[in-house]
């Protein structure tokens, strides 16, 4: 199995910049992906960006390209979002996913999911 644990999550104001963390433990794969996405009450699920862990390559949402950025930390199996010049439509339940394999934009090509760390940007 696979454990992702996020933090980072909290309450700003637009213009701001926050840094969201996702660290994974447990079992191992030899090619994987994380990813980030979001979700608001009453909608769906919604794809953020992804990184492939062995070739470092990411794909964003058009909603957050230029504002957005994830990188990760190998050493520390961590993956991180740093998000600037917030929007108040930039609030949601963030949550970290995995998958073994190539980058899925689709949330039922990942089996893996943390628990989700609130983001709320007040206008």
């Keep these: ?19 969201l963390s996702c660290t994974a433990s447990g079992r191992t794969f030899s090619s994987y992906t994380m990813g980030w996405f979001r979700q608001t009450p009453g909608k769906e699920r919604e794809f953020v960006v992804a990184i492939n862990w062995n070739s470092g390559r990411t794909y964003y949402a058009d909603s957050v390209e230029g504002r957005f950025t994830i990188s990760k930390d190998n050493a520390k199996n961590t993956m991180y979002l740093q998000m600037n010049s917030l929007k108040p439509e930039d609030t949601a339940v963030y949550y970290c996913a995995l998958r073994s394999f190539g980058v899925a934009r689709t949330v039922s090509n990942y089996p893996y999911w943390g628990q989700g760390t609130q983001v709320t940007v007040s206008s």
């Excluded at 199995?1 to 840094?19: C, K, N, T």
């Design 1 to 19: 199995q696979v454990q992702l644990v996020e933090s980072g999550g909290g309450l700003v104001q637009a213009g701001d910049s926050l840094r």
